[in-house]
């Protein structure tokens, strides 16, 4: 009775957890909708190019680093087993659609959540535990307007640039193999596997980024209102965060990629 | 409605308004307030008036459910039953542009002061002036200042908050509070983790605030000493119920023992089941 009864509070727990985060997220559309930086005013417009600096412009050396090392790994991996075959060019391919549809997005996405979504959900929870969030309520400020929307803008604007950052310097590793096994030129490499990406592969990254994007901000975010009890729960709730973001932009890969492979061929 | 100012619980405490208050509407009316967590019950039915102008102090002990009373007349809460009305306004049941208002007629100070650490103490205090209203910067400008200058600071608008001392930060927080010039203003706990001599200026602020602006005022607070000095009216919560409301005078000289103990700060030593009402119904 007891497991049952624990089935079924864990189920009642993670139910209310998606609808929290589908309420905030509509929140937060219809926030986004209603003070755009464009038309609001200069303060968030002023918070949101500070946060696209901090979520983008600092995480890009990280972003590329990682994403090249992961390319070249692709490469290696690869060339070890396609030299059996003789199909070293397979390389390319391999290097330029995993990178693309797949590896370029993952990659930005767990960098961002490293650095992005803990530091999200610990500012938020530091807000709510000093009363912070209570303050702006009290003063007639919406704390999803006026705290998530700057971050979420921010995000979406640069959630994409680094999945581009990403898959360009994977392939870009790649094409450092290819130099080195293939003698290949790397404007060659390039235009290769220009040859080879099709407009799914940059739709299907693009979109994944954007999701993943919402997914890091959102949790984060969701994670940091909900905090209770004190410094301690500001810890539990940015590991959450980071756990909980990580899980879900990887079920949201699973989805992207089951629907892109079975509706756009 | 007429409102029931007969309390709950205690021995006939005389609760009627100041005389020189009687016939206003209350601006703050709570009525039949229940709050639950689970079964434990935090508030059992709480009626309370708060007429303009006049300063209320809430005591009680630790626990005794006055801070989720003011969280609940700050429209932070969601009670289980019983209605807060607010300058005519139930703030449980408004809509978001009613709210915004009630919210705009009210000014909070919190327990932690709830500085934005992110922002000076000038744009702190300058906040709900740039969000609310379409002021020019250099008004902006100079209300912050005024601001400040009325809680006895000045010169602070370009420091951050955890440049200041916690007096210094409590009188920022009234700052803010203070910047859209409210009808109603909510203090937590205004003496807390301070010393005597600066929770005594912090009194003094009160005092200042009430006799010069007319504010309804609202605290809570255990201080007997500042509650006793500040007071116009005041109630005692026990055990998430109101035990008395009253002039400072009918609460200092009231016979129930709770009371008593409170004033007189004496210990609990002999009733056990002070909190006994926390575990639920069972007990």
């Not at chain 2, 709830?114 to 002021?135: C, I, K, Q, W, Y």
Request: net charge positive; proline share 3%; with cysteine.
């Amino acid at each position: 009775m007891t497991f049952l009864e624990s089935i079924g509070r864990s189920t009642v727990e993670k139910v209310e957890y998606i609808g929290g985060l589908a309420i905030q997220f509509w929140r937060g559309l219809v926030s986004s909708w209603r003070i755009n930086p464009f038309t609001g005013s200069r303060l968030r417009w002023k918070t949101t190019v500070r946060q696209m600096a901090v979520i983008g412009v600092q995480a890009l050396p990280v972003v590329c680093l990682i994403s090249g090392a992961t390319g070249l790994i692709m490469a290696l991996q690869g060339g070890a087993e396609l030299r059996k075959f003789g199909a070293m060019g397979v390389v390319i391919n391999l290097v330029g659609t995993s990178m693309t549809r797949e590896l370029g997005p993952l990659m930005a996405a767990i960098v961002v959540i490293g650095r992005s979504g803990s530091s999200i959900s610990a500012e938020i929870g530091a807000m709510t535990v000093t009363e912070e969030i209570d303050a702006l309520r009290t003063m007639a400020l919406d704390p999803v307007e006026f705290v998530l929307v700057p971050k979420y803008i921010a995000m979406m604007a640069m959630m994409p640039c680094l999945t581009v950052a990403a898959v360009f310097s994977g392939i870009l590793a790649g094409g450092i193999f290819t130099y080195y096994t293939l003698d290949m030129t790397l404007s060659v490499y390039l235009q290769r596997t220009a040859e080879i990406l099709m407009m799914r592969d940059i739709v299907s990254s693009m979109a994944k980024a954007v999701a993943f994007g919402t997914i890091i901000v959102h949790v984060g975010c969701f994670e940091g209102f909900t905090v209770t009890g004190g410094p301690e729960g500001v810890g539990r709730s940015t590991t959450n965060a980071v756990v909980k973001s990580i899980f879900l932009v990887v079920l949201a890969d699973l989805l992207f990629t089951a629907f892109f492979y079975f509706f756009w061929r | 409605m007429t409102p029931n100012l007969q309390t709950r619980g205690g021995n006939g405490a005389d609760s009627r308004a100041l005389p020189h208050l009687l016939g206003n509407e209350p601006i703050i009316a709570v009525r039949g307030l229940e709050v639950a967590y689970g079964n434990r019950y935090v508030l059992r039915g709480v009626d309370l008036d708060v007429y303009p102008g006049e300063t209320m102090v809430i005591l009680g002990a630790s626990g005794s459910g006055k801070s989720t009373l003011l969280r609940h007349i700050e429209g932070l809460g969601k009670p289980s039953s019983g209605t807060i009305m607010v300058k005519g306004v139930d703030i449980c049941s408004a809509s978001r542009k009613e709210l915004k208002n009630v919210r705009r007629a009210m000014g909070v100070s919190f327990q932690s002061a709830a500085m934005f650490n992110s922002m000076t103490v000038g744009d702190n205090v300058a906040l709900p002036l740039r969000e609310h209203t379409n002021l020019a910067e250099s008004t902006i400008r100079l209300m912050t200042k005024m601001k400040l200058q009325q809680v006895g600071l000045s010169g602070v608008e370009d420091l951050y908050p955890s440049q200041l001392s916690g007096g210094m930060r409590k009188r920022a927080s009234v700052a803010r509070a203070l910047a859209m010039d409210p009808e109603i203003l909510l203090f937590d706990e205004p003496s807390a983790g301070l010393d005597p001599i600066i929770a005594a200026g912090i009194d003094e602020l009160i005092l200042h605030l009430k006799k010069a602006f007319k504010m309804t005022i609202v605290i809570v607070t255990h201080e007997m000493q500042s509650a006793f000095l500040i007071a116009d009216r005041m109630c005692m919560l026990y055990q998430g119920e109101i035990l008395a409301v009253g002039t400072v005078d009918e609460i200092r000289n009231h016979r129930h023992p709770h009371i008593r103990r409170f004033v007189d700060r004496a210990a609990n030593r002999f009733d056990k089941s002070d909190h006994s009402y926390l575990t639920g119904f069972e007990s």
